[in-house]
C-alpha cells in the first residue's frame, strides 16, 4: 500500500547526540517535506526537496539538515540534539506537476533529555 | 510571500450544531486551498480542498467556500459529533513550486 513511513516512530535521547530520522514514501512523489509540530498545535516547516539532490530551508530556523539522494527517501539530521529540539517531526510528500495535495507521514517524537 | 490567518483558534460547540472556521490568505495568487483535520496522536490528513475557480465545494457535512475578492475562505461542518473533535488546519499555495502556508490550527471540541 501507498503510504509514508517515518522510523523511528519515538526517540529518547541524550544533548549532544546526533541523530537521524527516517522518511521513505512508496507514492511516487517527488516533493517531500519536513515540519516540526509541538502536539496539536503550528506546523512549522523546516525543510522541503522538490526532487534528487534539491533541498530548500523552510520557514523555521533550525539546526538540522536534510539529504535526498534518491527520490523515495528523505532523512533528516540533527548533529547535535539539545532540549530544544524536543517536539515532534513529520515528514510529508506531494505529487509534482498539479499535485498540490501533501500527504503525511507518522510523525517521530523526539525527546531530547 | 504568503500569509494564512486561521479564526478561532479554539471552538467548543454542541452536538448537532455547525461550526465555522475562517481563513484569510495575503497573496491573490494564491491558487489551492486545502483543510486539514488532526485528530489527537495522530497524522493532519486533508478532509476537503478547492481551487481558486470554484466558489464552493461540498462532502457529505463538510463544506469549503472561498471568497477571492476578500481573500478569504471558510469550513463549515453542519450536523457536528464528537469525532469531529481535533485540530484544524488551512492552508494556501500561492505559487507553483512553493510548499503549502499553513494557518495556526483551530481545536475544535463537540461536547456531546
Known amino acids: 500500500e501507498a503510504d509514508i513511513y517515518q522510523t523511528p516512530r519515538y526517540l529518547v535521547i541524550g544533548t549532544g547526540k546526533k541523530i537521524t530520522l527516517e522518511c521513505s514514501q512508496t507514492m511516487g512523489h517527488d516533493k517531500m517535506y519536513w515540519y516540526q509540530q509541538d502536539p496539536g498545535m503550528e506546523l512549522h516547516l523546516i525543510h522541503y526537496?522538490?526532487?534528487?539532490?534539491?533541498?530548500e530551508k523552510g520557514d523555521l530556523s533550525s539546526e538540522s539538515t536534510v539529504s535526498r539522494i534518491r527520490t523515495e527517501h528523505f532523512p533528516l539530521t540533527l548533529e547535535s540534539a539539545r532540549p530544544s529540539h524536543t517536539s515532534q517531526y513529520l515528514c510529508?510528500?506531494?505529487?509534482?506537476?498539479?499535485?498540490?495535495?501533501?500527504?503525511f507521514g507518522p510523525g517521530t517524537r523526539l525527546t531530547v533529555l | 510571500g504568503e500569509n494564512v490567518e486561521q479564526h478561532p483558534s479554539t471552538l467548543s460547540v454542541q452536538e448537532g450544531d455547525s461550526a465555522v472556521i475562517k481563513c484569510t490568505y495575503s497573496?491573490?495568487?494564491?491558487?489551492?486551498f486545502p483543510w486539514y483535520k488532526q485528530e489527537l496522536g495522530k497524522r493532519p490528513q486533508l478532509i476537503i480542498d478547492i481551487r481558486s475557480n470554484v466558489g464552493e465545494k461540498k462532502d457529505q457535512r463538510i463544506a469549503v467556500t472561498l471568497n477571492k475578492t476578500a481573500k478569504h475562505f471558510s469550513l463549515h461542518i453542519t450536523e457536528t459529533q464528537p469525532e469531529d473533535s481535533a485540530v484544524y488546519f488551512c492552508?494556501?499555495?500561492?505559487?507553483?513550486?512553493?510548499?503549502?502556508?499553513f494557518g495556526k490550527g483551530t481545536r475544535l471540541s463537540v461536547i456531546a
Open positions: 510529508a510528500s506531494s505529487e509534482s506537476g498539479g499535485g498540490d495535495t501533501q500527504y
Open positions: 492552508a494556501a499555495k500561492w505559487m507553483r513550486n512553493t510548499p503549502l502556508v
Open positions: 526537496s522538490y526532487g534528487v539532490n534539491s533541498t
Open positions: 497573496d491573490s495568487a494564491s491558487n489551492y
